[in-house]
């Protein structure tokens, strides 16, 4: 526990080394975004989507910039020399991650609570859902971005992001317009029979966002053990 907390100060100390007024400026982001546009009708679930959207990348644009660190001032070589064991490092880093995905989670909180001072509030259900899917959606990112970054150097990771991005999109678009009346159905069996059910659907969830984790784990620890620093 002593090392696993070392490494999580170390990345602590990274993560603000160049201060802590960036990452003030992104957390603020959003709740000035709700004071400025939440209060118009009609954009308030708009604004909500956007929101999400931000929270869920922030967070993986903050770990991904440990790494570019890393390489920017050598301290790739320098953790082969630090009294830190390999796999509590990237056990430390894995909790780096949790807690910058609860903060995200807390600011997306406020947000939803100043959407009520602007006059757009939305429902309890709905606050949860969304809760959900920033904590969720914002792990499972990050948990794919950090076996790429273990294996790959950040310049390599921006150029694969990019292509694998494109690539990604429009394959989900054409199987879509290929398939649509197929994911249709599979869509409308999913909300009648599965996700109408709110404890199944939190199981389902948790289940899989946990299975993700521990398979990004796995694999993380495997490629940075054999890794020459």
């Known amino acids: 526990m002593n090392a696993i907390a070392k490494a999580v100060r170390l990345d602590r100390l990274r993560m603000t080394a160049n201060g802590m007024l960036s990452m003030l400026v992104m957390a603020a982001l959003p709740p000035a975004f709700v004071l400025l546009l939440g209060g118009f009708d009609g954009v308030s679930i708009v604004v ?9 990348t922030v967070p993986a644009a903050l770990t991904m910039n440990l790494f570019v660190y890393e390489d920017q001032n050598n301290h790739r070589q320098m953790n ?3 009294p830190i064991a390999r796999q509590y490092q990237v056990v430390g880093r894995y909790l780096i991650m949790a ?3 609860v903060c995200a989670v807390m600011d997306f909180a ?8 602007v006059g757009g509030g939305t429902d309890l259900t709905s606050a949860l859902v969304g809760l959900a899917v920033v904590f969720g959606g914002s792990i499972v990112m990050e948990s794919i971005l950090l076996p790429l970054m273990y294996r790959f150097s950040s ?19 054409a199987l879509a317009l290929l398939f649509k009346a197929q994911v249709t159905a599979i869509v409308a069996c999913l909300g009648a029979h599965v996700f109408v059910l709110m404890p199944l659907t939190v199981l389902i969830g948790v289940a899989f966002v946990a299975i993700v ?14 890794k020459e620093l």
């Open 99 to 101: 807690v910058v995905d």
């Open 155 to 173: 310049a390599e990771i921006v150029l694969l992001l990019m292509v694998g991005l494109m690539l990604v999109v429009f394959a989900l678009c």
């Open 48 to 56: 909500t989507g956007v929101i999400e959207g931000m929270l869920m």
């Open 213 to 226: 984790v521990a398979a990004s784990l796995s694999i993380s620890l495997r490629i940075y053990l054999r």
């Open 80 to 82: 082969a020399i630090v």
């Open 110 to 117: 406020l947000c939803i609570g100043l959407t009520y001072v």
